[in-house]
C-alpha cells in the first residue's frame, strides 16, 4: 500500500466497501430487467 497523498481512513475504507457489497447484493437480487 503506497501513501503517496490520498490517505483513506480505515472508516471510510469500510464505509465504501460496505457501500460497494450493498450495491452488488441489489443488483444480484433485482430481477434482471
Do not use: E, H, Y
Amino acid at each position: 500500500m503506497s501513501s503517496n497523498g490520498r490517505r483513506v481512513s480505515r472508516r471510510d475504507f469500510l464505509r465504501a466497501t460496505g457501500l460497494a457489497v450493498g450495491a452488488t447484493a441489489l443488483a444480484a437480487c433485482a430481477p434482471a430487467a
